[in-house]
């Protein structure tokens, strides 16, 4: 089997209420968390909500990084798509964590793309 | 415990990889998958990468939509995460399988954000 992507999923409780609602930090730290790891940043929107929450999709030449907040519950769901080496999403992901002070934080990785390896082909 | 978010991965296998590569295609498969199932579009990226391939995520007010292709495997990558009623990720997803024809679809559904129920405040 060969495997295209690896996608984590953040799950980060008991944050920072007021990083959670401030989108100019969240913003720098997506960004931050993808060139600091090595990624190519290729388009990014950040959206504030009223009265309060963020959504941020950050488009990476190797797949994405999006944050949606909840400040009223100090809750922050964040996913980080990659594929090939040259990018280690769990490392953007501890860049996050910190940087939005979760002290109640739970990382699980998804392999993407899981395909069977194509015979070899012989002619014909 | 209370959820504020649905996440559905799509595994796409044996699409139609012509479509795969058709990024003016995706982006409208994406925003009328989004559209047609009541969400509400706040900004949106679409890349195609050479030799072939294209990446697009869309912000929505109730989260995102992304996809990521890869033709010369038939393969694409898609998630959808979304809060709130209005919004059916899984009706999304069926516009989606369905317009870029994949034969071999997996559905996953992930909740985000499970918080305990807070304690109901007392006084003090």
Same mark, same amino acid.
């Given at each position: 089997?060969?495997?295209?992507?690896?996608? +984590?999923?953040?799950?980060?409780?008991?944050?920072?209420?007021?990083?959670?609602?401030?989108?100019?930090?969240?913003?720098?730290?997506?960004?931050?968390?993808?060139?600091?790891?090595?990624?190519?940043?290729?388009?990014? $929107?950040?959206?504030?909500?009223?009265?309060?929450? +963020?959504?941020?999709?950050?488009?990476?030449?190797?797949?994405?990084?999006?944050?949606?907040?909840?400040?009223?519950?100090?809750?922050?769901?964040?996913?980080?798509?990659?594929?090939?080496?040259?990018?280690?999403?769990?490392?953007?992901?501890?860049?996050?964590?910190?940087?939005?002070?979760?002290?109640?934080?739970? $990382?699980?990785?998804?392999?993407?793309?899981?395909?069977?390896?194509?015979?070899?082909?012989?002619?014909?």
């Amino acid at each position: 089997m060969e495997a295209l992507g690896r996608h +984590v999923l953040l799950e980060l409780r008991d944050c920072n209420a007021v990083k959670l609602d401030d989108l100019p930090f969240l913003r720098h730290t997506m960004l931050n968390a993808a060139e600091e790891t090595g990624a190519t940043i290729i388009g990014e $929107i950040f959206h504030q909500f009223a009265p309060q929450g +963020v959504t941020g999709v950050v488009a990476i030449a190797e797949s994405h990084l999006c944050i949606h907040t909840w400040p009223e519950f100090g809750y922050a769901a964040v996913d980080i798509f990659t594929c090939g080496a040259a990018f280690d999403p769990t490392e953007a992901a501890h860049l996050i964590v910190a940087a939005i002070e979760s002290k109640d934080s739970e $990382i699980t990785e998804i392999i993407r793309g899981q395909l069977p390896v194509p015979s070899p082909v012989t002619g014909g």
